[in-house]
């Protein structure tokens, strides 16, 4: 799956990071665009979580699906109302390439007209490119739910992991997205296939569903992932938008200082961009 695209290297080492809000991020590289978890509900609308629950949102996204650039693609973690909503669905390119898991791809095909939905397996890959930059995207492991009849109630998800770069060229920049997962095992797989990330963007807020079950990684677990993963920087992100959400960003910036970690944290709040460089020791930009 490929954009137009010229030859020649105009993307230098620079990913710009713009935090819309919950998941939702804007990925610029060069004359790359991606988008992540498309979710443009407004303050007090509620996302369907599935079978009846409903969770109300409690911030507002920094943009609206309407004020988006054009895309490149999107990178859809999993089919639930926080990540890919209404809005999303009636108002996004029909055309724009989606990469997402095989369950949510099929959906998106059949019953909403997203034609250009590839469904990656965990560790498959898909490259789009434009005007010399490329992005090379691969799904991750990742787990919703630790006991296994709540798995098969929740959609699968995946992490992924985008490497950004001059087409045909080795990578500049590698950027890891979580997911909405929890803490595993299964993830220390990670580092086996890739190299330390220069960003890790984590899914975090310790979802937390009726009768106690909690489905995102909550402050504590976000940064054990972050000390095993030894990512160079780590954005945190999914945290205090809906009701559901109880693990407070607190919770995770005391721990990463806790493990050494909280140098390595990058401190864009909702709706403000950072500037992430392939250089190692460059301090991120944050406006």
Do not use: K
């Not at 991020?25 to 509620?46: A, K, M």
């Not at 109300?56 to 996204?61: A, G, K």
């Not at 909403?112 to 991750?140: E, I, K, M, Y």
């Amino acid at each position: 799956m490929h954009a137009t695209h010229t030859e020649g290297d105009t993307t230098g080492d620079t990913v710009d990071v713009h935090f819309v809000g919950n998941a939702t991020v804007l990925l610029t590289y060069g004359p790359l665009t991606l988008l992540t978890d498309p979710n443009f509900l407004h303050r007090g609308q509620y996302a369907y979580l599935g079978y009846g629950l409903l969770s109300r949102r409690l911030t507002e996204p920094a943009l609206d699906v309407h004020e988006l650039p054009r895309l490149d693609g999107i990178v859809l973690s999993h089919l639930h109302g926080d990540h890919w909503d209404r809005r999303a669905r009636r108002h996004l390119d029909h055309t724009v390439p989606i990469l997402t898991t095989p369950h949510a791809a099929r959906r998106l095909r059949v019953l909403h007209g997203f034609r250009r939905t590839a469904g990656l397996r965990t560790w498959g890959s898909l490259t789009l490119a434009r005007d010399g930059a490329q992005v090379t995207v691969t799904a991750l492991p990742g787990r919703h739910a630790g006991h296994p009849a709540l798995r098969a109630l929740l959609p699968p998800v995946m992490g992924s992991m985008l490497e950004f770069g001059p087409t045909g060229g080795p990578p500049r920049l590698r950027l890891y997205l979580s997911g909405d997962t929890l803490l595993h095992d299964g993830l220390d797989e990670i580092t086996r296939h890739f190299p330390a990330a220069d960003l890790a963007v984590l899914h975090l807020g310790g979802t937390t569903l009726p009768g106690g079950f909690v489905v995102t990684m909550d402050g504590a677990q976000g940064a054990e992932l972050a000390r095993r993963l030894r990512p160079r920087l780590i954005l945190p992100v999914h945290y205090g938008d809906y009701t559901v959400m109880r693990s407070p960003l607190s919770a995770f910036l005391a721990e990463a200082d806790r493990l050494g970690l909280g140098d390595r944290v990058v401190h864009c709040a909702h709706g403000q961009r950072a500037r992430i460089t392939g250089a190692p020791g460059v301090v991120p930009t944050v406006f």
